[in-house]
T-cell receptor, first 111, second 113 residues
Framework: EDQVTQSPEALRLQEGESSSLNCSYT??????LFWYRQDPGKGPEFLFT???AGEEKEKERLKATLTKKESFLHITAPKPEDSATYLC????????????FGTGTQLKVEL | DAGVIQSPRHEVTEMGQEVTLRCKPI?????LFWYRQTMMRGLELLIY????????DSGMPEDRFSAKMPNASFSTLKIQPSEPRDSAVYFC???????????FGSGTRLTVV
């Protein structure tokens, strides 16, 4: 059974204070690892897909990296508007298009 | 493109009543997914369809839950009878074949009292 574990559950940062969120996974044949952002009262919004160990992707202040066992979402010099819940999900080879999600990291960035 | 459209946004119902949640996927998307989100368990896949055919319903909690996709532009998730433990946010999502990611709707917040 595919499993995704995210840590920490919650993270509070000061504006400009860089940090990383962790996503550990076990999956039979990883097809892709996905990061989503979810704002309160809204559906998750797609950020990145990573396909193989060593791959990195960036978007504004966010950078996602992937190893064979985990992924990190690095947040550089965060701003209050980066406050959200960040979700990690895996897609297994042969599993159709379905995603298995972790429970997320709730990030709050304060002035 | 209006995105994935779900209705209603909020539903409050009494235990034992039938509840129907609706979803209109993005036109041209071949896959449709129903997820349930709770604080304790996060996002859980209930069922997904490919070209209107149910592919995997192993996440459907029990026989009280059923889902249909009569055509490419509409799907329903029905709970009958509803119970308080069904209270959650239900999301619909769609994706094309070989997609880089889903597009989620805004969800339906269901409260069963």
């Amino acid at each position: 059974e595919d499993q995704v574990t995210q840590s920490p559950e919650a993270l509070r940062l000061q504006e400009g204070e860089s940090s990383s969120l962790n996503c550990s996974y076990t999956v039979s044949g990883l097809r892709g690892l996905f990061w989503y952002r979810q704002d309160p009262g809204k559906g998750p919004e797609f950020l990145f897909t990573l396909y193989s160990a060593g791959e990195e992707k960036e978007k504004e202040r966010l950078k996602a990296t992937l190893t064979k066992k985990e992924s990190f979402l690095h947040i550089t010099a965060p701003k209050p508007e980066d406050s959200a819940t960040y979700l990690c999900a895996v897609q297994a080879g042969g599993g159709g298009n379905k995603l298995t999600f972790g429970t997320g990291t709730q990030l709050k960035v304060e002035l | 493109d209006a995105g994935v459209i779900q209705s209603p946004r909020h539903e409050v119902t009494e235990m034992g009543q039938e509840v129907t949640l609706r979803c209109k996927p993005i036109s041209g998307h071949d896959y449709l997914f129903w997820y349930r989100q709770t604080m304790m368990r996060g996002l859980e896949l209930l069922i997904y369809f490919n070209n209107n055919v149910p592919i995997d319903d192993s996440g459907m909690p029990e026989d009280r839950f059923s889902a249909k996709m009569p055509n490419a532009s509409f799907s329903t998730l029905k709970i009958q009878p509803s119970e308080p433990r069904d209270s959650a946010v239900y999301f619909c999502a769609s994706s094309p074949v070989g997609s880089d990611g889903y597009t989620f709707g805004s969800g339906t917040r269901l409260t069963v009292v």
